[in-house]
């Protein structure tokens, strides 16, 4: 099967970015800040980003681009023979599945509040009635499983026209329209009541706020906002050539992601300064707390219409990136045509999807860790918790390992084409200090996780002492 190429150095750039930009930047991200004090924990992010998330993007580029091949296959060209590395790349594949079953649900809400602001149908209506929006909209199956489907089938639509026709082309348009929205909202942001508050929460840090629980969830966050560990950027490094350098090109990426995390911050903390919403407001402050700041807001049908328009480029700039990683990986197993992968990874999503659609309302009763836990819940866990910090330790110790492709090969790979170059002395780091965060990512993770109603393997701990 002949290799499909990226028409241009932009388009795997902003692909690449709009993989990593998602729910976790525009969602995920502001509510964190919200809750761990501003500005100390925006400051302890932007350090990790580029001690932690910056070196595994460059390996997983790397590995992607000197294999040619996508996350299940690109073990088997590197590796040397009667070595089992390959073993995670099957992993990865179903990482990249688990993602999309919760991924596609929480788009699919995003969708929803996009047309419900476009309609009307949050316009003048009591804050009350805001807040109860959010609820009734999970507990209708209709809903979450129909919004959900339209996610998945417009997804693998826009997949079918092919890698540069399809994929490159409407993200290329989807990623310049999502920062020039971000870049609209956030000059109307700063023109609000609260503005200047807002901004002083978020941009300056108080470093009296920075304890523990800041510096690890800073860390989990940088990490979990690139979703690295599960091939997503391996596999654009296999659809480019060696013109530059892949250091250059994994921090043009850091960058815009960035850009978009701390920018959709810039858009909603003024705006709670300015309604009086709890910027701690935790998960629901995009859904819940943004809707009421819309509704109290003049014009606030159509800067709410915006406003979701844009969370719906950033949601679909992953979910088409990651479909992609399914598709390749897939269609190197099977050598299925492009079309024939869609329509049968299409249906396969679709379904492996409903189970979480329908952990809010018909499936509530599944409970799998502490009360109010859903089926969400229990997948992102083994994502987030699990497949994203053991497989980025996977990468990273295939790429310094003697006994895995080596240091030498990986730099020399990162380091073909024009740009910035990876340098010796980052060998010490990359080797011993880098494997070493993310075990501690991956142990807090565990140890802090509440598995049951005021129980974490923490805790449990500590009364043994």
């Not at 109860?132 to 417009?154: D, H, K, N, R, W």
């Not at 819940?288 to 159509?302: E, L, T």
């Not at 993310?438 to 449990?460: E, K, L, P």
């Amino acid at each position: 099967m002949q290799r499909e190429k990226l028409g241009s150095r932009l388009g795997f750039i902003l692909l690449s970015a709009g993989c990593a930009i998602g729910v976790g930047n525009v969602w995920k991200f502001p509510w964190m800040a919200g809750q761990y004090g501003g500005g100390a924990f925006v400051l302890i992010y932007l350090l990790f980003l580029v001690i932690l998330g910056l070196p595994v993007m460059v390996m997983e580029f790397s590995l992607g681009r000197a294999s040619q091949a996508s996350p299940v296959k690109l073990y088997q060209k590197l590796e040397k023979p009667g070595q089992k590395w390959h073993i995670h790349g099957y992993v990865a594949l179903i990482a990249n599945f688990l993602l999309m079953m919760f991924y596609t649900s929480v788009t699919g809400w995003i969708l929803h509040y996009f047309v419900s602001f476009a309609k009307g149908d949050m316009t003048g209506i009591t804050n009350e009635a805001s807040g109860e929006m959010f609820g009734s909209m999970l507990s209708s199956p209709a809903i979450t499983v129909g919004f959900m489907a339209i996610v998945v089938v417009l997804g693998f639509l826009i997949l079918s026209f092919g890698l540069q026709k399809g994929v490159e082309r409407v993200t290329k348009y989807m990623m310049v329209a999502l920062l020039a929205l971000m870049v609209i909202l956030a000059i109307n942001s700063f023109t609000l009541d609260g503005a200047k508050e807002g901004l002083i929460f978020y941009l300056k840090p108080d470093l009296s706020k920075i304890n523990g629980s800041v510096i690890v969830g800073a860390m989990n966050q940088a990490f979990f906002t690139l979703s690295l560990g599960i091939g997503s950027m391996a596999i654009f490094g296999s659809y480019i050539g060696k013109e530059r350098s892949l250091m250059g090109e994994s921090i043009n990426i850091l960058v815009l992601d960035t850009f978009v995390a701390v920018t959709a911050g810039l858009i909603i903390f003024p705006a709670c300064f300015t309604f009086d919403v709890e910027p701690g407001a935790g998960p629901s402050l995009l859904f819940v707390a943004m809707a009421k700041v819309f509704n109290n807001m003049a014009g606030g049908r159509w800067w709410g219409t915006l406003f979701f328009l844009f969370m719906v480029f950033a949601a679909f700039s992953t979910i088409i990136a990651v479909f992609e990683n399914i598709l390749a990986c897939v269609r190197e197993i099977t050598n299925w045509g492009r079309v024939k992968a869609c329509v049968i990874c299409g249906i396969a999503v679709l379904v492996l999807s409903v189970p979480c659609a329908l952990g809010f309302n018909l499936w509530s009763g599944f409970v799998p860790f502490a009360s109010g836990s859903s089926v969400l819940d229990l997948e992102d866990f083994i994502v987030s918790n699990c497949c994203l910090p053991l497989g980025a330790l996977c990468y990273v110790l295939f790429c310094v390992s003697k006994k895995g492709w080596g240091f030498k090969n990986f730099k020399e790979e990162a380091n073909a084409g024009k740009g910035l170059k990876l340098k010796m002395w980052m060998k010490p780091y990359m080797t011993y200090v880098l494997p070493v965060i993310i075990v501690i990512i991956f142990i807090v993770g565990i140890f802090t996780f509440q598995f049951a109603d005021n129980f974490t393997i923490w805790d449990w701990v500590k009364g043994l002492f």
